[in-house]
């Protein structure tokens, strides 16, 4: 496993070094519930970067919002450069649930748009999960709704090695059933192409 390696020009000061050491200790203890006090300003942010470097363990960070949820993101990025930081929010950016108006006999049908960089990097955030184990996600509260089990997950995805024998026509029928679509011309995300000999595949999530 590679460990979490901390990037920053600054050391803990005040009251940070202490509540690293508590919180880090109380992660060892396995103590359930933890509490981080500390004004605007204060360098929380940095005080949790430096409790993961330390515990060294795949992290969820959870937001109340988007807004807040994307600052996290850019902070550990920059005190993680060399680890994986994800971002998983909800890639809608409008929806309207289906409704009923009984006075008007009236249905309205549920209407959605969908963010594709943000499907993008959920999938990205989901695929780190199987690849590495020091991953940081950061994410709002839509976190909480499944999207499947990670067995489910695992199952629909191809994993290929350098070296792996495997037929052109198995290839494509796979990347089909994984709802890839082939576009010779038009190569973008979630598609691949056929030229000659080569088989290019864009990922969901890059």
Do not use: W
């Not at 943000?118 to 989901?126: F, K, N, T």
């Not at 199987?130 to 489910?152: L, M």
Request: aromatic share 12%; glycine share 6%; charged share 20%.
């Amino acid at each position: 496993m590679k460990n979490f390696k901390l990037a920053a020009d600054f050391s803990p000061t005040g009251d940070q070094p202490r509540a690293i050491q508590a919180l880090t200790e109380g992660l060892t203890q396995k103590i359930k519930h933890q509490v981080l006090m500390g004004v605007t300003g204060s360098g929380k942010t940095f005080t949790m970067a430096n409790i993961i470097a330390q515990a060294n363990q795949p992290t969820l960070v959870i937001s109340h919002n988007k807004t807040l949820a994307a600052q996290l993101y850019q902070e550990f990025r920059r005190f993680f450069p060399e680890n994986s930081v994800e971002y998983f929010v909800s890639y809608y950016d409008y929806y309207q649930p289906e409704a009923y108006i009984p006075a008007t006999n009236t249905y309205i049908a549920k209407e959605a748009t969908i963010n594709e960089e943000i499907d993008r990097l959920r999938l990205r955030a989901s695929n780190a999960l199987f690849q590495r184990r020091d991953v940081i996600i950061v994410a709002s509260v839509s976190c909480i709704y499944g999207i499947g089990s990670p067995e489910t997950y695992a199952s629909m995805g191809l994993s290929l090695n350098q070296g792996q024998a495997i037929t052109r026509r198995h290839l494509l029928a796979r990347l089909v059933e994984l709802q890839y679509e082939r576009k010779d011309s038009e190569f973008s995300r979630g598609t691949f192409r056929v030229r000659g000999d080569i088989i290019d595949v864009f990922p969901s999530y890059e």
